[in-house]
């Protein structure tokens, strides 16, 4: 409410992503490349919350001013099916050290694989480049299970009327 009554019009929050499924999670909790249950139910738990707060905030102000950006969903795209987006895997990250390559930060020192655009995570715990393509693509003209109330692209052509 402070960001509104501070004269904030339009605001995307961002959920959590898959927490459990990022290399470093991988790296130190997974045998055989599975998520981290207990993140991930975090996660499921979390992100259905905040689009309530937000919905619940909006209705208080009477206008969609907050805008829920499903992160979770975007991200659970791609690490559960990478090759549906061109990637290898989004298991092993493209910069990093140890299993997974979930190990520490991405240094000079680090395994560094051949071509980032074909794994889903740049670094233990960052999306590459091209995975932020996507989450950017999602965010600008997906559908409400990925943006609630409406697409980036549905405010802007709101606002644009206003």
């Known amino acids: 409410m402070r960001l509104y009554k501070l004269g ?3 605001v995307i929050v961002t959920g959590t992503g898959p927490m459990g499924c990022v290399p470093a999670e991988l790296a130190q909790h997974s045998r055989n490349g599975e998520c981290a249950a207990e ?3 975090a996660a499921s738990l979390f992100n259905p919350q905040l689009t309530q707060l937000i919905n619940q905030l909006n209705n208080e102000i009477g206008t969609n001013i907050f805008i829920a950006a499903n992160t979770n969903m975007m991200h659970s795209d791609f690490v559960n099916n990478p090759q549906a987006f ?5 298991k092993i990250a493209c910069c990093g050290q140890g299993p997974y390559n979930g190990i520490g930060l991405c240094t000079p020192l ?7 655009d074909l794994y889903a995570f740049w670094d233990p715990f960052h999306p590459s480049e091209k995975a932020n393509k996507v989450i950017v693509q999602q965010i600008i003209s997906g559908s409400t299970q990925y943006m609630h109330p409406m697409n980036l692209s549905t405010i802007l052509a709101l606002d644009s009327k206003a």
Request: charged share 20%; glycine share 6%.
């Open 86 to 90: 061109g990637f290898v895997t989004s």
């Open 39 to 41: 993140l991930q139910r």
């Open 8 to 10: 904030a019009r339009r």
């Open 110 to 116: 680090s395994n560094l694989c051949p071509n980032r």
